[in-house]
């Protein structure tokens, strides 16, 4: 089925120019530099913003950012820690928001398939530009998209999650291992700075 026909659609905020930074108003900005498929939104990283214009387009728990321009075109969920942030938020201009309004669709799942590969061929195929590609507004109304039952879209969702947590877990030991390995090499070369020079041989 159609994304248009499972989910409202919108863009991002309509900022012009450089998004202007405006502690204490309560209310971020998420832009592409805050928001990655692996880690989701980085709330600490946005910066406060006054958006004028619009009021009715801050963000909920359980939207999608599906971002509209660059080579991958990754979709984010919105989930508690929005909440937990205590701010409001708005999406920058190059985000689509999309928001699941069918009844028997997880927003879990659909930020899932989104980023998943027959959705990323979809992108790749109706993009539009040389340099910087973007994705239009009717493309994403088109995606494809399949919606198992809830209990199999929920098992997705745990699956997916499972995976996530090993990631970061192979990413910290891969970490781990990296300073030890430093911490290693800058020992030895202290010790070897530390050692006497060796005597010349008499002839």
Same mark, same amino acid.
């Given at each position: 089925?159609?994304?248009?026909?499972?989910?409202?659609? $919108?863009?991002?905020?309509?900022?012009?120019?450089?998004?202007?930074?405006?502690?204490?108003?309560?209310?971020?900005?998420?832009?592409?530099?805050?928001? $990655?498929?692996?880690?989701?939104?980085?709330?600490?990283?946005?910066?406060?913003?006054?958006?004028?214009?619009?009021?009715?387009? !801050?963000?909920?728990?359980?939207?999608?950012? =599906?971002?509209?321009?660059?080579?991958?075109?990754?979709?984010?969920?919105?989930?508690?820690? +929005?909440?937990? $942030?205590?701010?409001?938020? =708005?999406?920058?201009?190059?985000?689509?928001?999309?928001?699941?309004?069918?009844?028997?669709?997880?927003?879990?799942?659909? !930020?899932?398939?989104?980023?998943?590969?027959? !959705?990323?061929?979809?992108?790749? +195929?109706?993009?539009?530009?040389?340099?910087?590609?973007?994705?239009?507004?009717?493309a994403l109304d088109q995606i494809p998209i399949a919606v198992p039952d809830l209990t199999r879209q929920q098992a997705i969702v745990g699956l997916?999650?499972?995976?996530?947590?090993?990631?970061? +877990?192979?990413?910290?030991?891969?970490? @781990?291992? &990296?300073?030890?390995?430093?911490?290693?090499? @800058?020992?030895?070369?202290?010790?070897?700075?530390? &050692?006497?020079?060796?005597?010349?041989?008499?002839?």
């Open positions: 089925m159609q994304l248009k026909y499972l989910a409202k659609i $919108s863009a991002g905020h309509p900022f012009r120019g450089r998004i202007a930074e405006s502690r204490g108003s309560g209310i971020v900005a998420v832009q592409m530099k805050d928001a $990655s498929t692996p880690d989701g939104v980085n709330w600490a990283g946005c910066i406060e913003t006054e958006p004028t214009g619009r009021r009715d387009d !801050c963000l909920q728990v359980g939207d999608i950012l =599906v971002a509209a321009r660059g080579s991958h075109n990754y979709a984010v969920l919105i989930d508690d820690a +929005l909440t937990a $942030s205590g701010k409001q938020a =708005v999406a920058a201009p190059q985000f689509f928001i999309v928001r699941a309004t069918a009844a028997q669709l997880l927003p879990e799942y659909l !930020c899932w398939f989104l980023n998943q590969p027959p !959705c990323q061929r979809y992108f790749d +195929l109706n993009a539009e530009g040389t340099l910087t590609k973007a994705i239009k507004r009717n997916a999650h499972t995976l996530r947590q090993e990631l970061r +877990l192979i990413e910290q030991l891969r970490r @781990n291992g &990296e300073q030890l390995q430093a911490a290693m090499a @800058n020992q030895l070369a202290a010790d070897l700075l530390a &050692e006497p020079a060796a005597a010349t041989p008499y002839r």
